[in-house]
């Protein structure tokens, strides 16, 4: 069965670059969040969005940005990147926003480091 | 603030002897409650969920989670671990906001099943 599809898988920049991070949910799912994972800490929510609208958001920097595009994949722009940005970043999809909507398939992430 | 915790950063525990993995939450209202389990360079992976009935809900992998709202816990639970069951496991509880259904994760616990 297809998965979430995340890329890179790694990504390595240096400080005050950009970077872009994409994310393919599953087919026929309408939903996608981003959630950032530092090392050894719990996924922080960043994001979400639903019918390409954005539907919620986290705990995401200003130099940070996403969107959702017409065929529901998405992606995250991160700019004037920092040492502190370096983490795992999990795209997770779900169909509908609705209480149907229980649970969540994560991709296996983009693994970010900043140097 | 709605929130879950996770007590223990570690759990070791014998093959083939029962597990618990602790989890409490703090919400205000009805409670949505999920365990994923993440492996090393994987994305979360969705073992069961609590939205309402029986206290007790069966998951993924014979794991076993119990509610208790005296309690205000979801530990999850299995009557025979395996040393393939190692890996980091997340309490979440949904926060149903306007848009969306973000999960806020608790802090993880690593659980190691030796032989």
């Known amino acids: 069965a297809a998965g979430v599809i995340q890329s890179p898988r790694h990504l390595i920049k240096e400080k005050r670059e950009t970077a872009t991070l994409k994310c393919y949910p599953i087919p026929r799912h309408d939903t996608v969040y981003w959630y950032q994972q530092g090392p050894g800490q719990d996924p922080q929510f960043l994001i979400s969005f639903y019918e390409k609208m954005q539907s919620d958001k986290g705990s995401i920097p200003d130099r940070f940005s996403a969107q959702q595009f017409s065929d529901y994949h998405s992606e995250l722009n991160m700019s004037s990147l920092e040492l502190g940005d370096s983490a795992l970043y999990f795209c997770?999809?779900?169909f509908g926003t609705g209480t149907t909507n229980e649970k969540l398939f994560f991709g296996s992430g983009t693994q970010l480091s900043v140097l | 603030a709605q929130s879950v915790a996770q007590p223990e950063d570690q759990v070791n525990v014998a093959e083939g002897n029962p597990l618990t993995v602790k989890c409490t939450y703090s919400v205000s209202g009805n409670p949505y409650l999920f365990w994923y389990v993440q492996y090393p360079n994987r994305g979360l992976q969705f073992l069961l969920k609590?939205?309402?009935?029986?206290?007790l809900v069966k998951g993924s992998y014979g794991f076993e989670a119990e509610f208790n709202k005296s309690q205000t816990s979801f530990h999850l639970k299995k009557p025979s671990a395996l040393v393939s069951d190692s890996a980091l496991y997340f309490c979440a509880v949904r926060l149903l906001t306007g848009g969306g259904n973000k999960l806020t994760f608790g802090t993880g616990t690593q659980l190691k099943v030796e032989l």
């Open positions: 609590y939205i309402t009935g029986d206290n």
């Open positions: 997770a999809s779900a």
